[in-house]
């Protein structure tokens, strides 16, 4: 089994709408981060938290939202979907008693129309 | 304005042969990198690492080296095999600000040619 899953893989929505993706761990890790991929820009961080009570802003988190309601699960809500909102939606997770390493999940792919 | 620079989007290599992949940076404070490895359809997973105290790491047919005073690091894999074949991430970290976060490289694609 994935040690971190997200869901759902693949996702397409209207501009306006809210979409919540969500991201679970069974890593047993306290950091956690949602960061996005589009084409030619690598991977760019949103949001990310040290545990339930930490949540902190990255470098595009306009038009984002995150709630991490237990220490495995950290979710990212767009509340207005718009399509330059269109990208891949990466989750990580690290180990605060660990290296810089992050480990990442498989993914969302979100199309906004 | 981008800290973390992988100037070649792509770089195509023979079997066997050795492939490099280039990174810089300009933030004098990042002081651990990191590459990854991603295949379509997948998230990125970790490749090797490097401190700043340290100017090699080596595991396997990958090894990363670090030159400081250029803010340059480089990836080696020898030899090339066609698995190889995915889009390499370069990224870095203060660890000193306590932030943990990873500021990562556009990418270069890697394709192994048989």
């Known amino acids: 089994d994935a040690d971190v899953t997200q869901t759902p893989r693949n996702r397409i929505t209207k501009t306006g709408k809210r979409i919540m993706l969500e991201c679970s761990q069974t890593?047993?890790?306290?950091?956690m981060y949602w960061y996005r991929q589009d084409p030619g820009l690598g991977l760019r961080l949103i949001y990310y938290s040290f545990d339930v009570k930490d949540i902190n802003k990255g470098e595009i988190s306009d038009g984002y939202s995150v709630s991490r309601q237990a220490q495995a699960k950290f979710s990212l809500s767009l509340e207005s979907a718009i399509p330059n909102q269109t990208a891949l939606y990466f989750c990580?997770?690290?180990?605060?008693?660990?290296?810089?390493?992050?480990?990442f999940g498989p993914g969302t792919r979100l199309t906004v129309l | 304005d981008q800290q973390v620079k992988q100037n070649s989007p792509s770089l195509s290599v023979q079997e066997g042969r050795i492939s490099i992949l280039n990174c810089d940076y300009t933030n004098s404070m990042f002081d651990y990198f990191l590459w990854y490895k991603k295949y379509p359809a997948e998230g990125p997973t970790f490749l090797i690492s490097i401190s700043s105290i340290k100017d090699k790491n080596e595991d396997g047919r990958f090894t990363v080296f670090l030159n400081k005073s250029a803010k340059h690091l480089s990836l080696h894999i020898v030899p090339s095999q066609p698995g190889d074949s995915a889009v390499y991430f370069c990224a870095a970290s203060d660890s000193g600000a306590g932030s943990y976060q990873l500021t990562f490289g556009k990418g270069t694609k890697l394709s192994v040619i048989p």
């Open positions: 890593k047993g890790h306290d950091r």
């Open positions: 990580a997770t690290s180990d605060l008693r660990g290296t810089e390493e992050q480990f």
